[in-house]
């Protein structure tokens, strides 16, 4: 019978040397869903992301998708286990001497043996589902901000992957980009059935089109829930992340010694 | 308390030489792993020659105008320096050996290896560097595709077969403005020009180990220069402290290997 979680994190730790970047973390995703993993810039949220791709691998813990341990898989079973996932980098990633024909249409020459005029079909589809049939014959360099993201989405899911990775899919983005963005994230779970994990700070187009949330602080999941467990969350620390108040539990200053002592207003001044 | 302060500063700088010493041995021992990651991963390259064509367009074919031209001028300058020297012996009509034998077995290989390290090796890292800062290698392997295998191996390649080619086309260029200068210019009689060139060039001593020592230098140049990039930090600084890595030490590799070649080819050393 088939596992209703797609992913499933246990008791995951990971750092570099001696700095521990995660800790304990337990996370999973069910098929078919849209998972956001929040936290403020530099908490490990990326890290997180590249350990389910099997980028990195684990100090302590597994991390399975689809039933696979990904730390124990060799580079073969990697390998084919990427080819049943997509990842969206924070700036798209697009290869910049390709056409955005050609971007899309990477990973159908690389991996299948199809015909010329089917791939072109397939990426003309994909291309449509992301609005930007039109721009096939764009190069990178002359998409804005947005498109690019629409166009790394449609590479995305170019092979029909299960699982689509999304790392900061809103950065950088304008209001209108941001939406667009964040529908066709929800939109393209639906249709395809895939499970889609978003690694994001914005809170508030999150909100929108996650099924669940995860929140992650200083290496560990602080608070989880839905969108409106969320929203209803007397927590500080998500109180002060879904309001973007300047202090909190994640404070304004970066730890220093007093501001006093600082100034010399001590005493000590000659 | 002078002999506490030399003692210190004696102490830093055989720790900073240490140090230093140490990276460069990682660095290099990283850099063989990578050449021979390189090689293992280049089945792809072959199978898929498509791929090393356009490398060698890019590496090959664009480095052509600064080659020949380069070529032209040192075969003209050695042509009216060779001729300043001949004739006070009275054996200006050896110009045509001076010329050839000059180009051929030495300034052939090695100033196209260093035209080559400037204009294509410099290329390579930025690209290769700049594709890493922008998570395009990032991109392909999390698509299942091996960016050694893929974008490094044709380029790899490309500058191996390309090399040995553009320094003949720097000799045969260099030997045309030899004569332009010697027999066009100064007047020596063309019939001697010629017929001693090929009197006194041999095929295996003198060509056939020009052609090693270039294929060789494509190997290092073009090593390093995918080295360098591949192992770029992913920073603007990076990629340009990268691009200059490659020129500095390709132009030192070349210099010293030519005297290693030399020293085996024409000395009997060994």
Redesign the interface.
Known sequence: MQNDNLIEIEQLAFGYGTRSILKNINLTAKRGQVVAIMGSSGCGKTTLLRLI?G?LKANQGVVRVADESVGDLDRDG???L??K???L???G????DMTVFDNVA??LR??TDLPEDAIRDLVLMKLHAVGLRGAAQLMPAELSGGMARRVALARAIALDPMLVLYDEPFAGLDPISLGVTGNLIRRLTDTLGLTSVVVTHDIHESLKIVDYIYFISEGVIVAEGTADEIRASGLPFVHQFVHGEADGPVPFHYPAPPYADDLRLGGQRA | MICDWGGSVLKQAITNLGSRTLDALWTVGLAMRFFVTVLLHSGMAFRRFGLTIRELYFTGVLSLIVILVSGLFVGMVLGLQGYETLQTYGAEESLGIVVALSLVRELGPVVAALLFASRAGSAITAEIGLMKATEQLSAMEMMAVDPLARVVAPRFWAGVISMPLLAALFSAMGVFGGYLVGVQLIGIDEGAFWSQMQNAVDFERDVLNGVIKSVVFGIAVTAIALFEGYDAPPTAEGVAGATTRTVVTSSLVVLALDFVLTAFMFRGIG
Request: charged share 20%.
């Open positions: 791709g980028q990697l390998c084919r990427r080819r996932m997509g990842m980098f924070q700036f990633a697009l290869f910049t990477f990973q690389e991996h």
